[in-house]
């Protein structure tokens, strides 16, 4: 199993950022695939997650209107996008799939924002 995320970004505070997260060696449409996030010394904050078969996503209330998840089953690729920047959103960006008992993550992708 193999989650590999787009490249870092730098934004400007009111702007918005999409990433991508490319799955291979599992069957992409029959697993969630999850969004989380760690700021400079926190602790790792969960945005949501996507059942690829379906659509279906599940948002947490604090991120309802500003996060966006989607995925594209055809090319076994996961998307979130955040909206309405600020600098607290500056965080190292996850995305992570639980097949057969094991928690896979991706590589991480830096999303710095400042004016």
């Known amino acids: 199993v193999q989650l590999v995320q787009s490249g870092a970004e730098v934004r400007k505070p009111g702007t918005s950022v999409k990433l991508s997260c490319k799955a291979s060696?599992?069957?992409?449409?029959?697993?969630?695939v999850h969004w989380a996030r760690q700021g400079p010394g926190q602790g790792l904050k969960w945005l949501g997650r996507?059942?690829?078969?379906?659509?279906?996503?599940q948002i947490p209330q604090q991120f309802q209107g500003r996060v966006e998840i989607s995925a594209d089953a055809s090319t076994a690729t996961a998307y979130v996008e955040v909206r309405s920047l600020s600098s607290e959103d500056t965080a190292v960006y996850y995305c992570?799939?639980?097949?057969?008992?094991?928690?896979?993550w991706g590589q991480g992708t830096q999303v710095t924002v400042s004016s």
């Open positions: 996507i059942d690829p078969e379906d659509g279906g996503t």
């Open positions: 992570n799939v639980l097949y057969r008992r094991t928690n896979y």
């Open positions: 060696g599992y069957p992409f449409p029959r697993h969630y």
